[in-house]
């Protein structure tokens, strides 16, 4: 049996049901998602910037099979989906984590309704997956500026070249 955190979710009911009493309590719900593949300078960043936008902050990743579908190269991810969460779920600045095999995280941010989506600036409000449903809902959709030179292929490409 591996062990687990009580951050990691098995079900959109279950982190429900959770995100409810932290709105009753009048606590923020960030929402992002990603692969997370290997943990990185860039990723604690965004992350930590994510955070501070609200009082919780709800991670989605993607699961090993949808991230094969994301055309990250076919080794890709290094890091299967239970250790990218666990990582995650380490951090202290995470309240939460839950994993999604659909093409996007529409699915869980309809059933979460997050106060606030987050993304990369390398989107646009305009192509951010679940923007409508949040903003429908008098929610924020923001961009969170990230941090140049690192990203998880290159750390990848650095480790092949030597």
Same mark, same amino acid.
């Given at each position: ?32 998602? %990603?692969?997370?593949? &290997?943990?990185?300078? %860039?990723? &604690? $960043? ?33 890091? $299967? +989906? ?39 600036? $390398? ?8 923007? $409508? ?14 941090? +140049? ?14």
């Amino acid at each position: 049996m591996k062990p687990t955190s009580s951050k990691i979710y098995n079900s959109i009911e279950n982190l429900q049901k959770k995100v409810e009493i932290w709105k009753f309590n009048n606590q923020n719900v960030v929402f992002t998602n %990603g692969c997370f593949d &290997i943990l990185h300078l %860039g990723h &604690i $960043d965004y992350l930590e910037k994510s955070a501070a936008l609200g009082k919780k902050l709800v991670i989605g990743v993607n699961t090993d099979a949808s991230v094969k579908t994301l055309n990250k190269g076919k080794e890709r991810p290094i890091n $299967d +989906e239970y250790a990218r969460m666990r990582l995650l779920a380490a951090l202290s600045f995470v309240d939460a984590v839950i994993l999604f095999g659909e093409p996007t995280p529409l699915e869980i941010i309809t059933a979460l309704k997050p106060n606030i989506l987050v993304k990369g600036n $390398d989107y646009t409000i305009e192509n951010i997956v679940g923007a $409508d449903v949040v903003l429908k809902n008098g929610g924020e959709v923001k961009t969170i500026e990230l941090v +140049e030179g690192y990203s998880t292929t290159k750390i990848i490409d650095k480790i092949l070249k030597g």
